[in-house]
Structure formats: structure tokens, C-alpha cells
């Protein structure tokens, strides 16, 4: 479904209209919905990073390293950072190993000081930290830094737009900004209809998304979230 298509869907289930449904408050209750979709895929996803499909590129970020600078920024869109590799002086990619600075028992400054590869990365703000810094020499500096992301989604916000996860569910969307409509205008027997069929779509999506890699098998890995 197109954002015109939802729109329309909208307009039949709560019998309104781009006359009593302002299209600002319409498209803004969509994209809201939109936001809370991708988190719940997010939160369901297992050995899957979702990202949207409506973007031609893929969700990882490439940047330059410098000599004996530590810290880069990251991507504004990013809500959570997967993963980080730098290049060494052969060419070959090498994993960084993620690390809080409250598993650091001595100065920060003083951690792994003598600049050489890196070999982990801790986050802070809305920078990277690479431990130890970058040595020109040992590294590749020339898009030597690659960082995977979950990154927000695109906002719908032209007729032909359309949201970046399974068609299937899409009705989601139209689903939720109808019961917004319902509970500003004091519609509550319509609302709690549209909130049930809202509700069983999101448990299908959630289920959708949870067993889409099954290939894997089932397992229960230890999780710290670093960024979002």
C-alpha cells in the first residue's frame, strides 16, 4: 500500500474525509504508526538487522581514518550500531570488540594508549572511540573505518511512497492513524474495533518477523545494547 492508498484506507474505515482529516495530522499519525512497526520488528528480529526497504542502500557506513585520531561520529540515522570493522595496512577487515567504559579500570586516556590497529571501539554520545588510535602506518586509512547500522526509516511523506517492510501488513498503518481519528472525535465502539484488528496484524508481524530466519535454529545469545 502507497501512502495515497493508506490514506484512502483511512478514509473508509473511520467514513471521513481530507475535509475533516487534515492530511498534515493524517500523514503525521501514519509515519507515528510507521515508527512504532519498525520498532516492534526490531524488537523481534533475532540474527536479521531489519532495515527498510525503500532505501537503495545498504545500512552500512564508511569513513576515512586518520592518524592517531580516536574518536568519529556517527551516522545521524543511525539508531544502533551492529558492528565495526577497520582495514588494515593489507587490505583485510578486522572485528572490533565492543567495550563500556565502566569495563575500563584506568584513565581512559591511559587505555590501550600506544597508537597501533584497533582492536575495540566504545561509544559515547554520538561518536565512536577506537582503542587504540589508528596508526597510519599499520592500517589503511582510505576507507578504513566500515560501520553497520540500524538506521530510521524514510517517512512517508509523497502519494507514492511506500512502507519498507512486508506488504502483508501494511494495514497497520491506516489501521492506527483511523483509531487516532476515533479517539479525537470520541468514536470509542469504533476505536476498540479497530484496535483489535490493529492488535492481531501486529502479533502476525511480530511472528512473521521472529521465524523468517529459521535456517538458524532457535538459540538465546546474551545481549548488551551499546547505542540507539
Not at 561520529?73 to 550500531?81: E, L, N, Q, W
Request: proline share 4%.
Amino acid at each position: 500500500m502507497k501512502l495515497t492508498d493508506l490514506e484512502s484506507d483511512v478514509f473508509f474505515l473511520t467514513n471521513s474525509s481530507s475535509a475533516t482529516y487534515l492530511d498534515a495530522d493524517l500523514v503525521r499519525n501514519i509515519n507515528r504508526h510507521y515508527d512504532d512497526v519498525v520498532t516492534l520488528i526490531w524488537d523481534s528480529v533475532g540474527d536479521w538487522s531489519y532495515d527498510d526497504s525503500s532505501k537503495t542502500d545498504l545500512p552500512i557506513a564508511v569513513a576515512d581514518l586518520i592518524d592517531k585520531v580516536q574518536d568519529y561520529s556517527i551516522p545521524t540515522t543511525a539508531r544502533k550500531v551492529e558492528r565495526v570493522e577497520v582495514k588494515n595496512k593489507k587490505g583485510n577487515w578486522q572485528l572490533l570488540q565492543p567495550i563500556d567504559k565502566s569495563q575500563i579500570n584506568i584513565g581512559l586516556d591511559e587505555y590501550l594508549k600506544t597508537p597501533g590497529i584497533p582492536v575495540k571501539y566504545n561509544l559515547l554520545g554520538n561518536s565512536i572511540f577506537l582503542y587504540p588510535k589508528p596508526d597510519a602506518n599499520q592500517i589503511t586509512t582510505a576507507s578504513g573505518l566500515k560501520i553497520y547500522i540500524s538506521r530510521s526509516v524514510i517517512p512517508l511523506s509523497a502519494s507514492g511512497d511506500e512502507p519498507g517492510f512486508a506488504t502483508e501488513f501494511h494495514r497497520i498503518l491506516s489501521l492506527g492513524a483511523a483509531q487516532d481519528f476515533c479517539i479525537a472525535n470520541e468514536l470509542a465502539s469504533k476505536e476498540a474495533d479497530l484496535r483489535r484488528e490493529k492488535e492481531r496484524l501486529m502479533i502476525q508481524l511480530k511472528t512473521f518477523y521472529a521465524q523468517r530466519h529459521r535456517g538458524f535454529g532457535q538459540k538465546i545469545i546474551p545481549h548488551r545494547e551499546y547505542y540507539k
